[in-house]
């Protein structure tokens, strides 16, 4: 053991060891049950496959929405004080903490057949239920909050005085946006969609809810893993090793770039 | 440092894992899902009949409750929807051969006012039909059946279990869907039903054993409680049929 650290008392390694413990030998227990052998011809078998593209193209295209719909919420929260404001923050980033279950189930009542706009969109053509688009809103759901959270507290660390100054030498709004904003906050806008790119691929309550589940349809990794742990544990748990070794990078590449300044 | 955790964890586990006065018994029943409204009716009556016995009921679906005994839940009986899920056990793990105890036969279920116009199993190829998936019980009875019949169905979905697609069915988001007669019956009006020709020739079998670990006198009582002319009523009563 390392010297004290004069504000670490030694019982504190108790808990903290049992909570990292917690943690960590579920993971190990899973990578022991993984039939490295037959892990080849496990993933890459059609359906995990077909599974495995889904996730990531449904994931990179609701990191995209994300971007796009976040960037701007985050900075509005981040450059208004407003009456309200506290509670339109609150309301975005509900999704953070609801069962995704419940957003599965008010996406279906939004946007499913009987719908609020499921009539409407009925008219002009679209049906979202059991599509690919059904798992691109649920995932852009879920991980939007992500995003918006992640980017906000770069923007508030950041500050508006470079944006000011910007402003007195004759830029636009516009332009403070792309040539001062953005790059000052790009490692925070970075980190903030690599964990809504993680968090869309790990998405699984609200698909399963929301999208249903066919092969290369609405079947993405998760429930794919989920249908497999009945017919076929040795799948499910190749499968699952693929999405930790992910989550495992993710976080791992989130906290190199926060300690890197 | 180890031995304070391994203690700590210990007493955790011996907390976790105890209760119950003595002298009063208690049977533990694993069953499937699909049986979560008859049994919770049995156990009722068991408990009137004999104040000093509790039933503890768990439900999940059978390749769960297979998993669970296999890692050593403690339990006195296993009941699984299906006969492959009880094949899985291993025999030194129940005590006695299993028996049928009901069977289940599938139906089709649509929305209330039937959206979709579905008359017959044919029409199922023709509206949006979600299907259990292949890989679970009664995904593999649902493509059986309609091979047997000729239709060829493209499912918009494919779930993992037959409450999913009768969520699916209910909720409108679907035209149809095949579901077991039993849970076609535990929805009520949130549904209506077609009968489908030829169903009684893909029957699933439900399969009852009393588990080796487990408390033997206790255990008889529930397997003859459920074989009983009162407990085959109850089983009728939730669309379940004779063995």
């Known amino acids: 053991m390392t010297r004290r650290a004069p504000g670490l008392p030694a019982w504190l390694l108790l ?8 943690v960590v030998l579920p993971l190990v227990a899973l990578v022991v049950r993984v039939p490295w052998t037959s892990l080849g011809p496990l993933l890459t078998s059609p359906t995990a496959v077909d599974a495995l593209l889904l996730s990531l193209r449904t994931a990179a295209v609701s990191t995209l929405l994300c971007v796009v719909l976040g960037v701007p919420i985050a900075l509005f929260l981040a450059r208004t004080s407003f009456r309200g404001q506290a509670l339109l923050r609150a309301l975005v980033l509900v999704p953070l903490v609801l069962p995704p279950v419940v957003g599965g189930l008010a996406l279906l009542y939004t946007f499913g057949r009987r719908g609020l706009l499921g009539e409407t969109l009925d008219v002009l053509g679209v049906q979202v239920a059991f599509s690919t688009t059904a798992v691109v809103l649920a995932q852009t759901f879920v991980s939007l909050p992500f995003l918006v959270l992640s980017l906000e507290g770069a923007l508030r660390t950041a500050g508006g005085r470079y944006e000011a100054v910007a402003a007195t030498l004759g830029a636009s709004p516009t332009t403070v946006l792309r040539r001062v904003t953005l790059p000052l906050v790009l490692p925070g806008l970075v980190s903030g969609a690599v964990l809504a790119f993680a968090r869309s691929l790990g998405e699984f309550g609200a698909t399963l809810t929301f999208a249903g589940s066919l092969q290369g349809v609405t079947r993405t990794l998760p429930l ?11 799948a499910a748990v190749a499968l699952a090793l693929v999405l930790v070794v992910v989550a495992v990078v993710v976080v791992a590449g989130t906290r190199l770039r926060r300690e890197e300044p | 440092m180890r031995r304070a955790l391994a203690v700590v964890l210990a007493l955790g586990l011996v907390a976790g894992c105890s209760g119950g006065d003595a002298g009063r018994r208690t049977v533990t029943v694993l069953a499937a899902a699909s049986l979560t409204e008859p049994f919770t009716a ?3 009556r068991l408990e009137e009949q004999d104040p000093g016995l509790d039933v503890r009921l768990s439900f999940a679906g059978s390749a769960d409750l297979v998993a669970q005994v296999e890692a050593g839940a403690p339990a006195d009986v296993l009941a699984t929807a299906d006969e492959a ?6 025999a030194d793990l129940l005590d006695g051969e299993p028996v049928t105890f009901a069977t289940n036969r599938l139906q089709v ?4 006012g039937n959206p979709g116009r579905v008359r017959t199993a044919a029409d199922l190829a023709r509206v949006d039909t979600v299907l259990c998936a292949r890989a679970v019980p009664c995904g593999a009875l649902a493509h059986a059946l309609l091979d047997d019949l000729g239709v060829r169905v493209r499912p918009v979905s494919e779930e993992q279990s037959v409450k999913d697609v009768l969520g699916k069915v209910a909720s409108g988001e679907a035209d149809a869907g095949l579901v077991y007669v039993s849970d076609a019956r535990a929805a009520g009006d949130r549904v209506e039903t077609v009968d489908v020709e030829g169903s009684e020739a893909h029957l699933n079998r439900y399969r009852l054993a009393a588990l080796a670990g487990g408390d033997a006198e206790v255990a008889r009582r529930w397997l003859d409680l459920v074989s009983s002319g009162e407990g085959r009523a109850v089983l009728r009563d939730a669309g379940l049929g004779a063995p």
């Open chain 2, 85 to 90: 899920s009880m094949a899985r056990v291993p």
């Open chain 2, 109 to 112: 279920v649509v929305p209330p």
């Open chain 1, 15 to 22: 808990p903290a060891a049992i909570g990292a413990l917690l």
């Open chain 2, 42 to 44: 049995l156990a009722e």
């Open chain 1, 224 to 234: 794919e893993i989920y249908l497999q742990r009945e017919a076929d544990p040795d």
